[in-house]
């Protein structure tokens, strides 16, 4: 039915760019939430930003502290993508990043507020 789908994942050096992106199918893309969060193996996932449409072209982003400055979320709801904008990348970026949907939730900074989710893409920052 849903499925989000990541890429764009790969190896950087420390201090490059990358851009992720998120192509979602089977639901209707104005009516949810989409954030990006992270992963790494034994600990929480971690948010690190989500972006709310508002109506019309007016659309609010919310960055982690630790991405701020430097990742820029986007997203198009006629191509039902979703995109995040990696730049100055250092080697505790790397983890999974995941894309996610969510629906009816005043707070979207945490990953149990989100109802679907994509397989995943890793990123690797090298030193």
């Known amino acids: 039915q849903v499925q989000l789908v990541e890429s764009g994942g790969g190896l950087v050096q420390a201090g490059g760019s990358l851009r992720l992106s998120c192509a979602g199918f089977?639901?209707?893309?104005?009516?949810?939430?989409m954030g990006w969060f992270r992963q790494v193996p034994g600990r929480e996932r971690e948010f690190v930003a989500h972006t709310i449409w508002s109506g019309g072209s007016t659309y609010y982003a919310y960055y982690a502290d630790s991405v701020k400055g430097r990742f820029t979320i986007s997203r198009d709801n006629a191509k039902n993508t979703v995109a995040l904008k990696m730049n100055s990348l250092k080697p505790e970026d790397t983890a999974v990043y995941y894309c996610?949907?969510?629906?009816?939730?005043?707070?979207?900074?945490?990953?149990?507020?989100?109802?679907?989710w994509g397989q995943g893409t890793q990123v690797t920052v090298s030193s």
């Open positions: 996610a949907a969510g629906y009816g939730s005043s707070d979207y900074s945490t990953a149990n507020e989100y109802d679907y």
């Open positions: 089977g639901l209707t893309f104005t009516k949810y939430a």
